[in-house]
């Protein structure tokens, strides 16, 4: 059974899965940001157990192949680097689970950062779409609308 679950789990099948797989989780945030589901399921460690294991399975199925993870650390050395790196696949898979477990927490800790100034829900759809798309632009466009809820600017929070 093992083997036929690692069989199915091809990098093509786990991104699919964790494209779709957050999305229940933006969702929640979006339209139900201040809801007992969104605090239990979605600003929790719930997410991020599940795309750990996922993480963790695709650095499973990597060292299975052989792959050369010591290579990695030549994204520091320029762009030709970076982009040869981005070449694989699996480091792709890597990136890309990284990428969408960091604009989650973000997400997440912009609705438990909103309710502490009260922030309009439907004004806050629009940081955490742009969160959900670009993430760090929606990063600025929310402290921008938390600034005139806050009704002061503090780089220190």
């Given at each position: 059974m093992i083997e036929q679950i690692f069989t199915y789990f091809t990098i093509e099948t786990?991104?699919?899965w964790i494209n779709l797989g957050v999305l229940p989780f933006w969702l929640i945030l979006i339209?139900?940001?201040?809801?007992?589901?969104s605090r239990f399921f979605v600003t929790s460690i719930f997410p991020f157990i599940l795309l750990?294991?996922?993480y963790i399975f695709i650095l499973y199925?990597?060292?299975l192949i052989g792959y050369d993870f010591s290579?990695?650390?030549n994204l520091?050395?320029?762009?030709n680097e970076l982009s040869r790196l981005f070449e694989d696949?699996?480091?792709?898979?890597?990136?890309?689970?990284h990428f969408i477990s960091i604009n989650l927490f973000v997400g997440g800790w912009i609705v438990k950062d909103s309710q502490k100034f009260s922030i309009n829900k439907i004004l806050l759809a629009i940081p955490l779409i742009i969160t959900y798309l670009i993430g760090p632009l929606g990063i600025f466009v929310y402290w921008i609308i938390r600034i005139f809820y806050a009704k002061r600017i503090n780089l220190y929070e």
């Open positions: 786990l991104y699919m339209f139900f940001p201040q809801s007992y589901l750990s294991g996922i199925k990597s060292f290579g990695n650390f520091y050395l320029g762009l696949s699996l480091y792709l898979m890597i990136f890309w689970t």
